[in-house]
C-alpha cells in the first residue's frame, strides 16, 4: 500500500507533535510544582519540601533536554513539511515563534543559575526567586507556541491578495480570538497533568512500600494541587465550548452529534452513530445541556451540521475523543477530591491501595487527555490547514522521501524515549530520598 505525500507529512507531524507534547507538558507545569514545594519548605522550615523540589528540578533537566529535541524538530517540519502552508501564514506567524524561542532561552538561562546556586545563599529565599522566571519562562513559552495554532483556528491581522499576505498586523494575527481560551487550556492542562503525574510516581513508591514522611507530604502536596489545577482546567474547559458554540461551531456540532441547528439542544455522551441516518443510540442525553454549555442557558441556539457544507464538516469521530478528554479531567478532580476528604476525615485512610492505585492511573490517563485534547484540536479544525483560507492537502509537500524521514523520526523517538527512560531511573534509584535526606538535611530533621 502507498501513501501520498499529505498523508506521510500528517502521520509524521502527528508523531512529533504527540512525542513532543509528554515533555513540553511536563516542562510547562513542573517548574511551577518545584517552586510551590521550595517555597512551603522554606516558609515551613521543612527539609522535605526542599527536598522535593531539589529531587524534581533533577529530573526536570532531562524533560527539558529531550524537550528542546523534539521542539527543534517540529519548526524544521513546518517548513519541510507544509511550504505552502508556512509561504502564506509564515509572516503572521513569525512573532509568536521568535517570543516562543525567546521565553526558552529565558527559562533555560534561570534554570542553570537555579540549579548551580542551590546552598549557595545565607537566605534561602533568594534561591527560591530564582524560580519565579523559570516558571514565567516556561509558561510564556507555552502561551506564546499556543497562539500559533489558535492563529490556526481563528486567522485574523491579514488580508491575502493573490496567495500573499498583505497588511498583516503580527499582534492582531497573534492575539487572535481562539488564542484566551486556547493558552487558558493549554496551562491550567499542563499545570494538572505534572501535579497528577508526579502524585502518580509517589503513590506508586508508596504502594511498593515506602511510606515515610517525604512519600506523605510528596503526595499531599500534589493531590492539593491536582485539585485546583482540575478545578482551573474543568473551567477552561467551559469557556472553551462556549467559543466554539460562536467561533467554531463546526467542531462543536461535531463533537456532539449536534446535527440540526435548535434550541435546548441535548448534551450527548457516548453511544454510537449511524452515519447514513444519524440515528444515536445507546447514549446517555443530558436534556439541554448542550445549549447550557454553548451559553450558559437552557434555551440557548446551538448551530448543527445542517448549516456547515459537508466538505468543511470535521469527521465524526472526534465525539469520542471529546467525551473521554472530558470523562479524564473529572476523573482526576473525583479522585484528588476524594483523597482531601480522607485526609481531613479523622478516621479516614487516604493511603489504602485501591485510592494509591487509582491515583496511579491517573498519571498516564492525565497525558492521555493531553494527547486527546491535542488531537480533538487539530482533527476537529480539519479540512483546514488554516481555517477558511488553506485546506490540509494546500498546504503539505510534494516531495517523495517524507516516509523515509517518518521511519528515521520514529527510531529517533524510539532511541529518545528510552535514553531519557534509563537515566531518569538510574538518577533516583542511586540515590533514594531517604539516603539524600541524611546526607543533606539530618541538622533539620533532628531539630
Not at 232 to 254: C, I, N, V
Request: without cysteine; positive net charge.
Amino acid at each position: 500500500m502507498e501513501f501520498d505525500s499529505v498523508f506521510l507529512s500528517r502521520m509524521l507531524t502527528s508523531l512529533t507533535l504527540g512525542f513532543h507534547i509528554i515533555f513540553a507538558t511536563i516542562g510547562v507545569g513542573v517548574p511551577v510544582m518545584i517552586s510551590i514545594a521550595e517555597y512551603i519548605g522554606i516558609k515551613k522550615n521543612d527539609p522535605y519540601y526542599i527536598l522535593l523540589a531539589r529531587r524534581w528540578a533533577r529530573g526536570f533537566t532531562i524533560t527539558v533536554a529531550v524537550g528542546v529535541v523534539t521542539g527543534t524538530s517540529i519548526g524544521l517540519q513546518l517548513s519541510l513539511l507544509w511550504p505552502s502552508f508556512m509561504k502564506i501564514a509564515g509572516q503572521a506567524i513569525s512573532l509568536p515563534l521568535f517570543m516562543e524561542t525567546f521565553a526558552f532561552f529565558f527559562e533555560a538561562i534561570f534554570l542553570s543559575i537555579y540549579l548551580y546556586t542551590w546552598d549557595r545563599f545565607k537566605k534561602p529565599i533568594y534561591h527560591w526567586l530564582l524560580s519565579i522566571p523559570v516558571v514565567i519562562g516556561s509558561s510564556a513559552s507555552a502561551f506564546f507556541i499556543t497562539t500559533v495554532n489558535a492563529f490556526m483556528n481563528t486567522p485574523q491581522g491579514f488580508e491575502l491578495a493573490n496567495g500573499i499576505i498583505t497588511k498583516l498586523d503580527p499582534l492582531k494575527a497573534m492575539f487572535n480570538p481562539a488564542t484566551p481560551t486556547k493558552t487558558f487550556h493549554v496551562l491550567t492542562s499542563s499545570y494538572l497533568t505534572s501535579a497528577m503525574i508526579l502524585a502518580a510516581i509517589t503513590a506508586f513508591a508508596m504502594i511498593r512500600g515506602k511510606r515515610g514522611v517525604y512519600e506523605q507530604k510528596a503526595l499531599k502536596l500534589t493531590m492539593v494541587a491536582t485539585l485546583l489545577f482540575a478545578a482551573g482546567t474543568a473551567l477552561a474547559g467551559d469557556l472553551s465550548a462556549k467559543f466554539l458554540a460562536k467561533k467554531q461551531p463546526e467542531k462543536l456540532a461535531a463533537a456532539e452529534w449536534h446535527f440540526e441547528t435548535e434550541k435546548g439542544a441535548d448534551l450527548i455522551l457516548f453511544g454510537t452513530l449511524d452515519k447514513n441516518t444519524h440515528n444515536i443510540s445507546n447514549e446517555i442525553r443530558i436534556p439541554k445541556a448542550l445549549s447550557f454549555l454553548a451559553g450558559n442557558s437552557f434555551e440557548t441556539e446551538v448551530i448543527g451540521l445542517d448549516q456547515i457544507p459537508k466538505e468543511e464538516q470535521p469527521p465524526l469521530w472526534i465525539h469520542y475523543l471529546f467525551d473521554l478528554m472530558v470523562l479524564i479531567g473529572f476523573f482526576t478532580l473525583f479522585i484528588a477530591a476524594v483523597y482531601l476528604l480522607l485526609l481531613k476525615w479523622k478516621k479516614g485512610n487516604p493511603h489504602n491501595k485501591p485510592l494509591l492505585w487509582a491515583i496511579v492511573a491517573s498519571g498516564p490517563l492525565s497525558m492521555l487527555a493531553i494527547e486527546i485534547g491535542w488531537i480533538f484540536a487539530e482533527v476537529g479544525r480539519q479540512p483546514w490547514i488554516l481555517r477558511g483560507y488553506m485546506k490540509v492537502t494546500n498546504g503539505a509537500t510534494t516531495a517523495n522521501n517524507v516516509g523515509s524521514m517518518l521511519i528515521l523520526f520514529i527510531l529517533l523517538y524510539i532511541a529518545l524515549a528510552t535514553i531519557s527512560s534509563i537515566v531518569l531511573n538510574k538518577m533516583f534509584k542511586k540515590k533514594p530520598a531517604e539516603v539524600e535526606l541524611n546526607e543533606r538535611y539530618a541538622h533539620m530533621i533532628s531539630k
